[in-house]
């Protein structure tokens, strides 16, 4: 899953604000998911992640990173078996609102 945000502040700004509500950004209301952080680790201005999502008795891995560059967010996330029960297209929509709630 890909999602790209434009942004109007400077990239410092902006890592500074993911990081703060990185586990913030991933919580899926209105969703039985419950999501924890399993690591995240900034390299220059991006940064990976390791989360688990977890649904019942199911549990998957969610990897991926986010990048802050001058004008946007990139953030390239494989959901893992979480695609087989929330579309992509939803789950694009859910955190880009997120994020967007989230950065104002």
């Not at 993911?18 to 390299?43: C, H, N, R, T, Y």
């Not at 201005?45 to 969610?62: E, R």
Request: net charge positive; aromatic share 4%; hydrophobic share 45%.
């Amino acid at each position: 899953m890909k999602v790209t945000l434009e942004h109007h502040r400077t990239r410092k700004e902006i890592m500074d604000a993911v990081d703060k509500s990185f586990q913030d950004m991933f919580a899926a209301e209105g969703l039985p998911v419950k999501i924890a952080v399993k690591e995240k680790s900034w390299k220059g201005s991006v940064l990976t992640f390791v989360l688990s999502a977890k649904m019942g008795l199911l549990s998957t891995p969610i990897k991926g990173t986010v990048e802050v560059t001058d004008t946007q967010i990139l953030i390239d996330a494989d959901l893992g078996m979480l695609n087989k029960f929330i579309p992509e297209k939803t789950a694009q929509d859910m955190l880009g609102a997120r994020i967007k709630g989230l950065l104002n």
